[in-house]
C-alpha cells in the first residue's frame, strides 16, 4: 500500500501542474457549491424567521370607502364593521375561518410617571394572540375574562419597559391611557413585524372607555385552505358576506381590504424553492464541471502514460494493478483537493456569519432581517465532497479501463 | 510430425500463424515451427517485415498468435487472461528492448525493482536486491540516477539489470544494440554471451549479421517462414568479429 502511494506521489510530483489544474478544478466546484448553499441558506433563514412571526395561515380584513354607487348609496361611504360582523363571518363561512378576532386601534399617548409614548392603543381579542403571534416574555395576554369584565389590563412592548419603568418588574405596575389607570399584566417580545409603540387592552374595556361600537380589523385563521385558488375564492365569499350586510357592491375593491397571509406565504415558499433550486443547480453544474475536469485529465494522463504502462505489463503488471494504479491517484487528487475545497467552502460561509451573519433591513417603521446564519450543515458539505469523490473515482476508472484494455505491445509501440 | 518434449526443450513453437487484420489483412507469421533448448543463446534475423519481431512478441508473450501451439516450459500459452499473460511474463521472461523502455520518472534501482514489485516483494528487499544486480553490471554508483542523467550503454544495462532480477527462464532481447554505438554494442553483447555462459537462455533479434554472428544459432526469417537456422560455432572466424561490427 505505501509503494502504491510512493508510485503515486513520484507521478504527482512529476506532473505537479497538471495535478495542480485538476485540483483546483475540483476544490473550485466544491467551495462554489458550499459557498453558494451557505449564502442561499443565509436568505432562507431570514425569510423563515420572518415567517415565523406572523401566523402564515391568517387572513385580516378591513374596512374601507366604497367606491361604487350602489342600491341608493352614494360613492365614498365609510363602511365600518362592528363586532358582530366577526359572528356573522365565523357563522357563514365556519368551515373555512375559525379563532375570529377583531381589533380597534386608537392613536394616543400613554404614560408613567417616569415617562410617556406616544403610541397606539389596541383594543384586541385574546385569540388576538395565536393570529398576530404575540410572543411573552413576561406575565400573560388578554384573556377572556378580562374582556367580560372589561377590566383595565395591558401587555406591552419590551422596547417601552426601561422607557416608562426602568425596571424589569413591570407585571402589576399602572399605566395611565387617556387619564383611566391601566394594570401592566404582560410583556411581549418585539419582532420585525411589531411596532414597539403598540399596546394591547381588551377590546371591550376600549370600547366602553371611548364608546366606540367598531372594530378596524377582523382576523381568522384560515382552515382547510391550502391553495392559491382555493384562497381566492374564500375571499370573494367574504366580501359577498360582507357585502350584503353593509349593502356595497361585491366587487368594489376599496370597501374592504383583505390582507392574506396564506398568499403571501404561498408566494414566499415559491420564492423560497425557487432560490433553493437554483442554488443546487448552479452548484451541482459547478460540481460538474470539477468531475469534468477530471475525466479530461485522467483521460489525458492515461494516454500519456500508454507507454508506460506497456512497460509495466512486458515486466509482469497486471491489469488490475494498472488499474488501481490511475483509479487510486484520481481518487486521492479528488479527496485531497475535494476536502480542500470543503474547507475552505466552510471557512467562507463562517466569514460570511462573522461579517454579516444578520443583516437587518431597517425600513423605519419595521425592520427586517434579509440575512440569517449563512452556513452549510456538515453533512451537506460532507455528501457532496462524497459525491465529488465517486465521480472522481468513475472518471478515472473509464480511461483506466481503457488503459487496461489496449494489449501490451500496443502501449508500447505508443507515441 | 511427432514432437519429444523433454525437460531441455525451453520453447517449442508449433506452426504459428499471425495475422494482423486489416482493409488488407496482413499475413506476417506462415507457419513457424521452432525449439529452443534451455542454455541456448539464439538469434533470429530478417530483414524488416520479416516478421522476425512479431515471433518476439508471441514469445514474450505481448502478443497472440492465431493458429498452432506455444510451449513455454511445457505450458501451453494460449488465450491466457492478461492477468494470467503479466504473471508469466513477470515470472518467465525477461525483456531487453532498442528503446530500453525505463520509466523515466523513476531511478534506477526503482526501475529495476519494479518486476518485484509486481512479485509483491517488500521494498527493502527488492531495493537491496536491485542494487546487487546494478553492481553486478557495474552501475553501482549510478543506482540513484534518473534514466535521462545516464548514457545509453548504462540505460541498457540497467534494462538487462531489470530484465534478469526475477531470474527468468529466457531473455528476449529486441534489437539490444539498435539504438547504441558500435563500442557500446560489443559491451552489451559481451554481457549476454557471458550470462549466456552461466546458463541463461537467450533470444536476440536482430538484422545486424555482426550481432547475430555472437549468438549460437542464427534463425533466418524471411517473409514469415524460417528460411535456414545456421549454427555459428565458430564465432571467432566470422567476418565480423568483436572488432569488426557493422554499425
Not at chain 1, 374582556?147 to 389590563?153: C, L, M, S, Y
Not at chain 2, 509486481?118 to 553492481?135: I, T
Not at chain 2, 548504462?154 to 547504441?180: C, F, H, M, N, S
Amino acid at each position: 500500500m505505501i509503494d502504491l502511494f510512493q508510485e503515486i506521489y513520484t507521478t504527482v510530483r512529476q506532473n505537479k501542474l497538471r495535478t495542480a489544474l485538476t485540483g483546483f478544478a475540483v476544490a473550485w466546484g466544491i467551495f462554489i457549491l458550499i459557498f453558494l448553499l451557505g449564502a442561499g441558506n443565509g436568505i432562507l433563514n431570514a425569510f423563515k424567521k420572518s415567517s415565523s412571526q406572523f401566523n402564515a395561515n391568517s387572513i385580516s380584513i378591513q374596512a374601507g370607502w366604497t367606491s361604487v354607487a350602489t342600491q341608493g348609496f352614494q360613492r365614498g361611504r365609510q363602511i365600518k364593521f362592528k363586532e358582530e360582523d366577526i359572528e356573522l363571518l365565523s357563522d357563514e363561512l365556519k368551515e373555512y375561518l375559525y379563532n375570529g378576532s377583531g381589533e380597534i386601534r386608537i392613536s394616543s399617548p400613554y404614560s408613567t410617571l417616569k415617562d410617556f409614548v406616544e403610541g397606539n392603543v389596541y383594543g384586541v381579542y385574546p385569540s388576538f394572540q395565536d393570529n398576530e403571534v404575540v410572543q411573552l416574555i413576561r406575565g400573560r395576554f388578554i384573556n377572556e375574562k378580562d374582556g367580560v369584565e372589561k377590566r383595565k389590563v395591558v401587555v406591552i412592548h419590551e422596547d417601552n419597559v426601561p422607557i416608562l419603568f426602568g425596571t424589569d418588574e413591570v407585571i402589576g405596575n399602572q399605566l395611565i391611557i387617556n387619564e383611566s389607570l391601566f394594570t401592566v399584566i404582560g410583556v411581549y417580545k418585539g419582532s420585525d413585524f411589531k411596532d414597539s409603540r403598540d399596546v394591547y387592552v381588551p377590546l371591550q374595556t376600549l370600547k366602553t372607555i371611548y364608546n366606540k361600537d367598531e372594530v378596524t380589523t377582523i382576523t381568522f385563521l384560515l382552515n382547510d385552505i391550502k391553495s392559491k385558488e382555493e384562497s381566492e375564492a374564500l375571499e370573494k365569499e367574504i366580501k359577498t358576506v360582507l357585502a350584503k350586510k353593509h349593502k356595497f357592491d361585491p366587487n368594489d375593491w376599496s370597501a374592504a381590504w383583505i390582507w392574506n397571509r396564506l398568499m403571501s406565504y404561498l408566494q414566499m415558499q415559491k420564492a423560497e424553492n425557487v432560490i433553493n433550486t437554483a442554488i443546487w443547480i448552479i452548484g451541482i453544474f459547478t460540481l460538474l464541471s470539477g468531475i469534468v475536469g477530471v475525466s479530461n485529465i485522467m483521460l489525458i494522463t492515461v494516454k500519456e502514460r500508454t507507454r508506460e504502462f506497456g512497460i509495466r505489463k512486458a515486466i509482469g503488471a497486471s491489469p488490475f494493478s494498472i488499474l488501481r494504479l490511475v483509479v487510486v491517484e484520481s481518487i486521492i487528487i479528488t479527496t485531497f483537493f475535494g476536502y480542500l475545497g470543503m474547507f475552505a467552502g466552510i471557512a467562507a460561509t463562517e466569514w460570511l456569519d462573522r461579517t454579516m451573519g444578520e443583516k437587518i433591513m431597517d425600513a423605519g417603521a419595521f425592520s427586517r432581517t434579509v440575512f440569517l446564519d449563512p452556513s452549510v450543515d456538515i453533512k451537506i458539505a460532507i455528501q457532496a465532497t462524497l459525491t465529488l469523490i465517486i465521480a472522481g473515482t468513475i472518471a478515472g476508472f473509464v480511461p483506466a479501463r481503457r488503459a487496461v484494455r489496449i494489449k501490451p505491445i500496443e502501449a508500447l509501440n505508443a507515441r | 510430425m511427432h514432437f519429444k518434449l523433454t525437460n531441455a526443450v525451453l520453447i517449442h513453437l508449433h506452426n504459428i500463424h499471425k495475422t494482423y487484420p486489416g482493409i488488407i489483412p496482413l499475413h506476417v507469421l506462415k507457419g513457424i515451427d521452432l525449439t529452443i533448448e534451455k542454455g541456448e543463446f539464439v538469434s533470429i534475423m530478417g530483414a524488416s517485415g520479416s516478421g522476425k519481431s512479431t515471433l518476439l512478441n508471441i514469445l514474450g508473450i505481448l502478443d497472440t498468435y492465431d493458429e498452432g501451439e506455444y510451449y513455454l516450459n511445457n505450458t501451453l500459452i494460449k488465450n491466457l487472461s492478461e492477468r494470467k499473460a503479466a504473471e508469466f511474463r513477470n515470472r518467465m521472461i525477461g525483456f531487453i528492448f532498442q528503446s530500453f523502455n525505463l520509466i523515466s520518472f523513476k531511478n534506477a534501482v526503482e526501475n529495476v525493482a519494479l518486476p518485484l514489485f509486481y512479485q509483491g516483494v517488500g521494498r527493502k528487499k527488492r531495493n537491496a536486491l536491485a542494487l546487487e544486480y546494478l553492481d553486478r553490471l557495474g552501475l553501482k554508483e549510478w543506482a540513484h540516477h534518473m534514466p535521462n542523467e545516464m548514457s545509453g550503454g548504462q540505460k541498457q544495462r540497467v534494462a538487462i539489470a531489470r530484465a534478469l532480477i526475477t531470474k527468468p527462464q529466457i531473455l528476449l532481447a529486441d534489437e539490444p544494440t539498435g539504438a547504441l554505438d558500435s563500442k557500446t554494442s560489443i559491451e552489451v553483447m559481451s554481457i549476454l554471451k557471458e550470462l549466456n555462459a552461466s546458463g541463461q537462455t537467450i533470444v536476440v533479434v536482430t538484422h545486424e549479421s555482426g550481432v547475430a554472428n555472437q549468438t549460437n544459432k542464427i534463425i533466418n526469417i524471411q517473409d514469415g517462414i524460417i528460411r535456414d537456422i545456421e549454427e555459428s560455432k565458430s564465432k571467432q572466424n566470422s567476418p565480423f568479429s568483436m572488432e569488426g561490427y557493422i554499425k
